[in-house]
């Protein structure tokens, strides 16, 4: 059978099995009967396993998430700051609760520190955007007196570290989980986080 985007077929099929056995317990083989195609067939598209996986991080770094997340509807809430907070979490843990996020963090919690070829799997660089973003952010309430005369960096630290722990801990197994109960612990951090922080 004959797929319009081998190439994004390929890195799909291994994205799964590297969530599910890490980089060392996928193969080739194994990549290639997913994908329906002859082993051999997989050079066409890529040299090795090693350029697969590094495809698949590659496009992961190529998404901003502020596209995903930040809007203009919901910059339009940012003056009532704790709505803005509220749905900026909501959005996030949505985006983070699909499948294909979900995989990903499971891989990179499985490979921290792997490193495969020149790059090395990290969970501090996969949240720096997400801090640069609410850096941001405190930073203009702040200026804007709007939240407490705190340093942006401790305020995007403290308000993304426990997002992130919700997401490791809630959002990284395979099968359904119970959206409205995470969506819930969320709402409470962010609800406890702005009433330390405003003015």
Not at 124 to 153: H, Q, W
């Amino acid at each position: 059978m004959k797929y319009p985007n081998t190439k994004k077929l390929i890195t799909e099929k291994a994205l799964d099995y590297f969530s599910n056995n890490g980089y060392a317990g996928a193969s080739i083989r194994q990549i290639a009967r997913a994908v329906g195609i002859r082993e051999s067939a997989i050079y066409n598209h890529f040299k090795s396993k090693e350029e697969i996986f590094l495809a698949i991080l590659s496009d992961y770094k190529s998404k901003s998430l502020s596209t995903k997340i930040l809007n203009d509807e919901l910059l339009d809430e940012l003056d009532n700051p704790e709505k803005f907070l509220q749905d900026f979490a909501k959005r996030l843990v949505e985006f983070w609760n699909t499948p294909k996020e979900k995989k990903f963090i499971r891989l990179l919690l499985m490979e921290q520190f792997t490193k495969v070829g020149s790059v090395e799997l990290s969970v501090t660089e996969y949240v720096n955007e997400l801090r640069g973003i609410c850096r941001l952010i405190f930073s203009e309430m702040v200026k804007n007196n709007i939240a407490k005369k705190y340093d942006p960096d401790i305020l995007a630290e403290q308000f993304t570290a426990p997002l992130f722990l919700i997401r490791t801990e809630h959002l990284s197994r395979e099968g359904e989980n119970n959206l409205n109960k995470v969506l819930e612990i969320v709402r409470k951090h962010v609800s406890f986080f702005w009433n330390s922080i405003k003015i």
